[in-house]
């Protein structure tokens, strides 16, 4: 099985921010390694190349695959990821803002925390961040109306405000705890808070579900439409076990309470809260 493509952090490389938008399986998958080395990125107002930055590792003879690590920290570098469409990308540290920003396909796995509009604007494509995330993760991208439009995101941490926001369709599942104003404006998909659903959840939803499995204070704009058990959550649960995140045994064989709602909008949203076992 051949290794993959590694992208070493040069000590003195830190400092100015980076647009790394070079940096996406799809771009540098098929360049031969001179290429790869001569990829442009931007520090500050400066254009610099990859090679400048990065010591590029590769064990199979010069063989560029779609399987690409990245070592360091990365907090300075935004749009890590962006427009990715296929391949697997592995950042072995952090990074800034708006990692996987227009992802359409393939797998950017953050092995530490993501700045804030991470997934922003995602139609496709796994984006796993092992950390938190920041404020606005999966937002629309700018001017645009929508946000996350298919996709699923998997944050093992907390995120920050706005999370979901006009979300359209994907699946998001956040194992922390999630700031103010999580799926506001939502008009459809799925988010799945396995800690604290923060205040103001759901604010103008109009379609879609939100799954509270810790604490929630539902706005008053969600009715209440009683409680009972929805086998249907397995589905969610396995695929949430699945990628490693562990669920306690009460969320199978529990009763949620469902409420209905924005009713200041077009009111077909769902939030569902975890009360008690069947």
Known sequence: ???????????DAGGLPVDAGSLSADRIAGLPLGEVERLPLFAGSRRVLLGDLFEVAD???GEVRDEIAIEGDLSSFARIGAGMSRGRLTLRGSTGARAG???????????????PYAGEGMTGGLL?????AGDHLAAPLP???????????LVEGSAGEMAALRMRRGTIVIAGDVGPGAACAMLAGTLVVLGRL????????RRGTIVALGPADPLPVFLDAGRRAYPFLNIFYDA????????????RRGLYRRRVGDISDLGKGEILTLEGTA
């Not at 923060?198 to 939803?205: D, E, I, K, N, Q």
Request: no cysteine; glycine share 24%; charged share 20%.
């Open 240 to 251: 949430i076990e699945a990628a490693g995140i562990r669920l306690p045994t009460v969320v």
């Open 198 to 205: 923060g205040a103001g959840a759901g604010a103008l939803m």
């Open 1 to 11: 099985m051949s290794s993959p493509l590694t992208l070493r952090l040069r000590p």
């Open 101 to 115: 920003t227009g992802m359409s396909g393939g797998t950017l796995i953050i092995d530490g925390s993501a700045g």
């Open 59 to 61: 064990k199979d003879g």
């Open 128 to 132: 796993r961040i092992r950390g938190g």
């Open 143 to 153: 001017g645009a109306r929508r946000g996350m439009n298919r996709g699923a995101i």
